[in-house]
């Protein structure tokens, strides 16, 4: 497997501190880099729409999915908001009705309905593209696992 690691800068709000203006809901948080003190570089942001190019390959309707493929869906976890996970589809249902197609997905227990909405399905070969893509990117750094 292969970790990529974009540039990132000290935030150019808060200057690194991860805190800024104080206000009732968020307290003084910075909203720029959400606390971390942190942003992407410039090198690092274009390295980065670059590796996004190429995987948006994987981009299929919720209707070209079948059972086996693993989709990139994104999960509410505590503390964390949203994240983007590779679930593996178990079974897929279609149902026609007056609306339209709506097709159920299974995974791992939770069902997600989707009809037309785009989901990223894995294709090695795409995945492979966009790291070797990066590789030669000054704004990114890829190690081998």
Same mark, same amino acid.
């Given at each position: 497997?292969?970790?990529?690691?974009?540039? %990132?800068? /000290?935030?150019?709000?808060?200057?690194?501190?991860?805190? @800024?203006?104080?206000?009732?809901?968020?307290?003084?948080?910075?909203?720029?880099?959400?606390?971390?003190?942190?942003?992407? =570089?410039?090198?690092?942001? /274009?390295?980065?729409?670059? @590796?996004?190019?190429?995987?948006?390959?994987?981009?299929? %309707?919720? =209707? $070209? &999915? #079948?059972?086996?493929?693993? #989709?990139?869906?994104?999960?509410?976890?505590?503390?964390?908001?949203?994240?983007?996970?590779?679930?593996?589809? %178990? =079974?897929?249902?279609?149902?026609? $009705?007056?609306?339209?197609?709506?097709? $159920? @997905?299974?995974?791992?227990?939770?069902?997600?309905?989707? =009809?037309?909405?785009? &989901?990223?399905?894995?294709?090695?070969?795409? @995945?492979?593209?966009?790291? $070797?893509?990066?590789?030669?990117?000054?704004? /990114? %750094?890829?190690?081998?696992?």
């Amino acid at each position: 497997m292969v970790a990529i690691t974009f540039e %990132t800068e /000290a935030c150019s709000r808060c200057g690194g501190g991860g805190s @800024y203006s104080f206000n009732l809901r968020d307290g003084d948080k910075c909203l720029k880099c959400n606390r971390s003190g942190l942003q992407t =570089s410039r090198r690092g942001t /274009a390295a980065r729409k670059a @590796y996004d190019t190429v995987m948006d390959g994987m981009i299929k %309707t919720w =209707s $070209d &999915v #079948v059972a086996g493929d693993k #989709v990139q869906i994104a999960v509410r976890k505590a503390g964390q908001g949203l994240v983007n996970r590779w679930i593996q589809v %178990t =079974s897929a249902v279609v149902h026609v $009705d007056g609306k339209g197609v709506t097709v $159920d @997905y299974l995974t791992r227990g939770a069902e997600y309905q989707r =009809s037309t909405d785009p &989901v990223r399905v894995w294709d090695r070969a795409v @995945y492979l593209a966009a790291v $070797d893509r990066v590789r030669t990117m000054s704004g /990114a %750094t890829v190690t081998d696992d």
